[in-house]
């Protein structure tokens, strides 16, 4: 399609963009223009990254088009024609040059993950800008194909030998990277990212590290994760450029929290005594009389930087500091002193502005030589000297005497004791010499506390312009105050969702009445526990396809699946919708969310659930779309821990900025925020796109609250209802689940739709076969320890509540219809029953059928056996609706209903049997059996269900029957 004009530049877009797309490449161009900083929220779905590359990348192409002419024919009278073949060449590739003095910009685009970095560069792939150079920076670990190097655990180490084998060019990958940069492979109008590189260096043998440096030198966007960028260390290892370039923060919720870490550091008095016995092992390995004493791991021929001299004067500051931390007085809940005091303690150890440099270098060069001076496994490879020079480097980020000031106004210094019989650490090989006879160690937190001090760090680099976006960043005004930037683009988006896409519910109660609170006192509360679990069951059931539910935390998690477990809840859930829990182990949770995608791909499945934590790996970027997200469930509020010291000193620092300025967070507002921006990113994970739908069901009584409500997401807050009575909640996502699928088009992907559910197979009576809709069903539940994500799902299985239900299912009464004698014993399984196996369903199916069509041939009437499918009866005309009876026998009659009923629905009909048994609500009762047998091909089971009711409710139900009739 023909370029789009968005504020002056011709933007290329892949389709005809929504109103909501335009406005934000409209924002963003404005932003570029002006050289201005941006903040920029759209909710996920909205198409955020496309706009983001396609406006960005648009406008670079003009600006350099327009560097090219200035530079290369002057000031001509007539612009527009070469300017817009400039834009042509640039487009196709073509438009070339290295002249470094136009100063072209560069677009830095920077998010939380490579991940997430790999689907922006696929969004980039499927763009009109796929030929613009592009450039990714990842680690050593990722990247290098050495087969010694690569093979490190530890990425320090990895680093320091890479390090010198380049230095002692005897890396065969890297002496290759010269020859081989310029080939088709690496610089061919493809865009690289990790994996192809990885793929390109392995066919090249060249090192896919040191290609993607040569990539950037050319590139237009250069794609990074935020350390790259936040950390000053890792900005200068990198070499990233920002004089004159665009910094592009993507899934800038995270932005304020990586601005602090990165400026952050911890260390322990065992780290430095682990240092000083480093430098001890190394000084010996100089010694010319105790050459037998040598340890046998450190390679005498390796080059040293360093004397021994230099080792001695090392030593000497390192127990200097070791003795300045011991004598910190500390208080029995820790001691807190000013960010300045860090400086303080370092000068004790004689290390101040004037050789900081010298320190690090000479610790660097020992590390070095530490970690590549041996193979063995043993090895001192200096990771306590690692933790000094980490140190100093974020101490001494700056020496200026406005840096340090802003240190004392954006650090703290905390200092605790830790005791070593309660934090059993080891550090891997022996006892440490210094220090040894101590039973507790101290801790030394130097902790930034202000985003801001990390995002002036970028802007002292003359940034063009920095744009910070994400889904989730309101409220604006405060984010803006703690970045402590200029921002002079802002844009809040609403959603392109319609209202009946999206169902948002407020779940205070339980099934059972229970409040649904997950505050700290409430937490171990088993009655709650319970509750929760038997309201996510509810929800499974109706639910279809994938299933989210979000925890606060893994000890949460870990307790209610403890408790569910052994009430036999799980294993009910499990039945309907297999559950994959979130690892805490990195190394597994590929596998398992690829099985939890396989799970919900197939058709003879209800989909699957997945259980995981709010701040998470599942609720961070990864895609739910259409069916791996039809609902989201979130259990509580995720608040970080309120005691723990850095929230305390967090909290306490925003509120001496609040006393100054009162454009800042409280430390209580703060705190809050950081609860509700995490369930904003977990309910992100649900509409992903203009045709999706979902539910979010919010399962905490405190959603309620109207300040929790103000810091959802804008977009959301329109929808939000709360529930009052849980049954007619169940009933509403019915209808919505139902109303949605019809009216949106299906998912292109899509196995089967939830009407498509139902397989098609044939009863001969009389040898004479009738079609008819047999209700698909679970396969059963007993499966292999390898086809589970985690081991304690093959225990679930295992629980008695199976052996018990299955003496009380519909199949085996079929053998004693007389023991029937009402209603709630008819049904063929309790609420919370595993599902029956699918050859005894089908037994039941055909046997109703058949007696059906036994009983009308018997009274000589005529009727045209179909398929009882929903969708059929949905589209059924009154012409051919016949008159019918609900069946006398309480058995057939249930029979009857399980075939008429999709399984989510039969479901929710067993549900409303139970609850109206046990409380008595008929106004609950008869609106959900107004919901299942609404249409008129069901309504003579409706009214068959008259004589199951209380006397109390009959005259009411007849009435209200009456009146269903006379309406169709």
Known sequence: MPDIMISGIPVSFPFDPYDVQKEYMCRVIESLQNNTNAILESPTGTGKTLSLLCSSLAWLLVKKAQLQMNAQVGNFSDHSGFTGKLIDNLKSGTGKSKDASWGMPKIIYSSRTHSQLTQAMQELKR????????????????????????????NNNKVNMCQLKVKSRTCFFYNNVESKKDDRAVKGDDILDIEDLVGVGKKLKCCPYYLSKELKQDADIIFMPYNYLLDPKSRKANGVELMNNIVILDEAHNVEKMCEESASLQIRT??????????????????????????????????????????????????????????????????????????????????????????????ENLIQYLAT??????????????????????VFSGTSHSHKE????????????EDKKSNKKTEGWGALKPNSSKSTERILSYWCFSPGFGMKQLLEQNVRSIILTSGTLAPLKPLISELGIPIGVQLENPHIVKSNQICVKIIGQGPDGVQLNSNYQNRDNPKYISSLGRTILSFSRVVPDGLLVFFPSYPIMNKCQEMWQSEGIWTNINSIKPI????????????????????????????????????????????????????????????????????????????????????????????????????????????????????????????????????????????INVSNKFGETVSEICRFYKNAEMALPAPKLKPLMSNESNRQQS?????????????????????????????????????????????????????????????????????????????????????????????????KKKYKIKPFGFDENLKSEPSNIVEKTAPTSLVDFVKEIKVLLQPEQYKLFQGSISAYKREGDFSAFVTTLGNLFENRNMFYLLKGMKRFLKEEHKNNFQAYCDKVKFDT
């Open 406 to 417: 802003r240190v004392k106004l954006c650090y703290k210094v905390h200092v605790q004791v």
């Open 580 to 719: 994959f829990v979130e690892p805490q182990r990195k190394d597994t949770f590929n596998a398992i969310i690829k099985d939890y995608y396989s799970k919900i791909s197939d058709p003879s499945t209800r989909g699957a659930c997945f259980m995981a934590v709010c701040r998470g790996k599942v609720s961070e970027g990864l895609d739910f779309a259409d069916m791996n997200g039809r609902a989201v469930i979130i259990t509580g509020l995720p608040f970080p821990p309120l005691k723990d010291p850095r929230i305390v000193l967090k909290k306490k620092y925003l509120d001496e900025l609040r006393m100054k300025e009162k454009d800042f967070l409280s430390g209580d507002e703060w705190y809050s925020l950081e609860a509700t921006r995490a369930v904003n990113q977990a309910i992100g994970r649900v509409i992903r796109h203009q045709n999706d739908y979902g539910a979010i069901l919010l399962c905490d009584s405190r959603f309620n609250s109207p300040k929790l409500k103000g810091q959802l997401s804008a977009w959301l807050r329109n929808y």
């Open 763 to 859: 009863v001969n009576v009389g040898g004479v076969s009738f079609p008819i809709t047999v209700a698909r069903t679970v396969k059963s539940t007993k499966k292999n320890v390898s086809q589970y994500p985690n081991s304690n799902e093959v225990y679930a299985d295992f629980s008695m509540d199976f052996y018990k239900n299955s003496h009380s299912s519909a199949y085996v009464n079929e053998f004693r219809p007389k023991q029937t004698k009402d209603l709630f014993s008819a049904l063929d399984t309790s609420v919370e029953a595993n599902e029956s196996s699918t050859q005894s369903l089908v037994a039941i199916n055909k046997r109703t059928a058949e007696d059906n069509l036994l009983a009308n041939v018997s009274k």
């Open 373 to 394: 001076a041996s193979s063995s496994p043993f090895q001192r490879k200096g990771v306590g000297l690692q933790k000094i020079v980490d140190l100093l480097n974020v």
């Open 127 to 154: 763009s009109s800008y796929k030929h613009v150079k592009a450039a990714v920076l990842g680690s050593r670990d990722q990247m290098c194909i050495h087969p010694e190097v690569s093979k490190e655990p530890n």
């Open 270 to 363: 065992t780290d430095i005594a682990l240092c000083i016995d480093e430098i001890t092992h190394v000084m010996k390995s100089f010694s010319e009389n105790s050459e037998e004493q040598i340890d046998a791991t450190v390679d005498s021929n390796q080059p040293k930087d360093f004397t021994c001299d230099d080792l001695c004067i090392l030593k000497e500051m390192m127990l200097a500091f070791e003795k300045a931390v011991d004598d910190i007085e500390v208080g029995r809940e820790g001691s807190t002193y000013p960010g300045g005091f860090i400086f303080d303690l370092l000068s004790k150890a004689e290390i101040r502005d004037h050789n900081q440099m010298a320190v690090i270098t000479m610790i």
